[in-house]
């Protein structure tokens, strides 16, 4: 097994589609047909390896592994990536799609084209790789493959005659598909004989062996023992072994052009290795860099703080070791009053938000604190300079700028044509802007809106979804900034300013925000021997108070009857003391009052 094939008996290619459209599970057929699990081997989702992956049933982190199939005698070497669906994971899609020369586009032959469905195949289309359109689920009862044809034509303009039917559940037509593979997607191109040129497309840390490199070789050939050199770190390490996913690494000798596999060389420094960095040979003529991958742009933003501050250090070098699995996580340190140390955190969404910190939590073992998520804005200073603000604690005085710019997004929605009115009114009620209206087929309608990024993070796609009987889907273009009416909105605690809890919202939103984060802060904020003020401010405006009730003593309880005056005189004094009390006591805000703000759907 350990043979390497020449550039024509090779293929590259990624299984691309919309969320839960059988990607996984048609990889494990895959896996099957040619051999590369044997029987005891056999489990579902079998390349989604992390736990996370296998108890959501969504793949996270894209898959690379080498098949080999024999066709007429002749063997050919199949490597498949098997990529995520959800468009916070787009990026992990994009990076796969360089390291192939053509792609399976997966259609569900139930659900028909989703919004995630075309965003993938632009991607590809943008790359000029060969696309094989795919109906999966054929088997289901309710599948309508003649009217997606005809949608396939509509939207994608893909001829349905190039289009296959299978059922990645039954294995029916997947021997097509293979064919296809070899058929319809070209060899790589390039040079063993030329200086080597590899692309490093993802990484991972191994506790015991260091970083395991993932490279895609474009011109040259790597053997064991050769000492190679990352141009963009500039640091020169042995190749130790080297090997390919079958699915399990399997060392090699060598690897040539066109093969996706493996490099370790017990590499410790984080900072030595980086996605989309070009490998070469230390000595000797050198091959020029590659043009590696674009940088990507965090959607959200949110701080991330360790619950308890001694494992800042700890919650630094897990940050670290992710971002070498996961390169579209951007970080930087930053400190708040209420909650110590911690970093400033850039995610692509939501999802992409709540996996890391699951993360974070059970690779490291260390307990972290999430703050409010964010997207990003752009402030216009008063000398016409623009500044990235991703923190509401970071925005400047007023006088300091002239307009806040917030993110807004060209957003790609397609639904069933009755529920139309549906999406209308959600889109109006979040400051949308109507582009345009295309019906795809009879009964399905993709409509273009212009949204706020902010509006559409936290609930849109759940009340989406709701409001479409699960048939919605959306996807968005990438964030370009728009001046708005903007303010930040402060929370004062007895005067004091939370910065943790402060935001930035529309000024025609900030009085309803704000009661919201005081009704909740109200409940989980204890009672003090003195009464608590809880403010919602802009500028020096108050919009929204809650007040905290003073714990009070009863005073009189030992007076029975007799003169009114000496009650009046216990409660002049209990008063008194509580006023002093108020001028030098502080508040203590416990961290669940945090979590709980933070947790609200607002």
């Not at 589609?17 to 048609?26: C, E, M, P, R, V």
């Not at 093969?259 to 091959?287: C, H, P, R, W």
């Not at 209308?424 to 400051?431: E, F, I, N, T, V």
């Not at 303010?487 to 809890?501: F, H, N, P, Q």
Request: aromatic share 6%; net charge negative.
């Amino acid at each position: 097994m350990s043979k390497s094939f020449p550039p024509e008996r090779i293929r590259n290619f990624s299984i691309i589609a919309h969320i839960d459209h059988g990607k996984s599970t048609l990889a494990d057929r895959f896996l099957e047909f040619t051999g590369a699990v044997d029987a005891r081997g056999r489990k579902d989702q079998l390349l989604d390896s992390m736990d996370l992956e296998r108890e959501r049933g969504i793949t996270i982190k894209a898959a690379a592994v080498s098949l080999t199939h024999k066709v007429n005698g002749v063997e050919y070497c199949l490597n498949l990536i098997d990529t995520p669906g959800h468009v916070d994971f787009a990026y992990e899609v994009e990076k796969s799609l360089q390291a192939c020369e053509g792609a399976l586009l997966l259609i569900d032959a139930a659900q028909g084209i989703q919004a995630q469905t075309v965003a993938n195949a632009m991607l590809a289309m943008e790359q000029e790789m060969t696309i094989v359109p795919v109906f999966n689920k054929v088997d289901l009862p309710h599948a309508r493959p003649e009217e997606i044809e005809e949608e396939l034509e509509n939207t994608l303009l893909l001829e349905r005659d190039t289009a296959f039917r299978c059922s990645a559940k039954t294995g029916e037509g997947v021997d097509d598909i293979i064919g296809a593979v070899i058929d319809q997607i070209p060899a790589p191109e390039g040079d063993p004989d030329a200086p080597l040129q590899a692309l490093i497309f993802d990484a991972k840390y191994d506790e015991y062996r260091g970083i395991v490199v993932y490279l895609r070789i474009i011109n040259g050939t790597l053997k064991k023992g050769d000492v190679t050199r990352m141009i963009g770190a500039g640091a020169d390490y042995e190749a130790v072994e080297i090997g390919k996913f079958m699915p399990q690494q399997v060392p090699h000798q060598s690897l040539s052009v066109g093969e996706v596999g493996y490099f370790i060389s017990n590499i410790k420094k984080l900072e030595d290795v980086n996605v989309g960095d070009t490998m070469t040979m230390a000595k000797g003529e050198q091959a020029p860099a590659l043009t590696g991958y674009r940088e990507p742009q965090p959607m959200v933003w949110c701080g991330i703080y360790p619950v308890s501050s001694g494992d800042f250090e700890n919650l630094r070098a897990a940050l670290n070791q992710l971002k070498l699995n996961d390169s579209s996580i951007i970080f930087e340190p930053e400190s708040s009053d209420a909650l110590g140390f911690g970093f400033r955190c850039g995610f692509l969404g939501l999802l992409h938000m709540e996996i890391v910190q699951e993360r974070l939590e059970r690779e490291s073992g260390v307990d972290v604190v999430q703050t409010a998520p964010t997207v990003p804005y752009r402030i216009k200073l008063n000398d016409g300079t623009y500044q990235d603000i991703h923190s509401p604690g970071t925005l400047p005085d007023p006088t300091q700028f002239t307009e806040i710019q917030e993110p807004v997004v060209t957003t790609h929605v397609i639904i069933p044509a009755e529920n139309i009115g549906v999406l209308m009114g959600l889109c109006a009620d979040r400051r949308g802007k109507f582009l345009r209206q295309e019906h795809l087929s009879a009964n399905r309608v993709m409509i273009t809106w212009d949204l706020p990024l902010a509006e559409i993070i936290y609930d849109f796609y759940d009340k989406l979804k709701s409001g479409t009987k699960g048939y919605g889907t959306m996807n968005f273009d990438e964030p370009r900034f728009e001046a708005a009416k903007l303010v930040k909105l402060r929370i004062l605690v007895s005067g004091s300013e939370a910065d943790a809890l402060s935001v930035i919202c529309h000024a025609d939103a900030c009085q309803r925000r704000g009661r919201a984060v005081l009704k909740v802060l109200r409940k989980e904020i204890p009672r003090h021997q003195f009464e608590v003020a809880l403010q919602a401010a802009v500028g020096g405006k108050i919009m929204a108070r809650e007040n905290i009730r003073a714990l009070s003593k009863n005073v009189t309880a030992k007076c029975y009857g007799g003169d009114i005056t000496r009650k009046r005189k216990l409660l002049a004094k209990q008063k008194e003391g509580k006023k002093r009390m108020k001028n030098i006591g502080n508040v203590e805000v416990p961290q669940k009052a945090f979590l709980a703000v933070l947790s609200t759907e607002e």
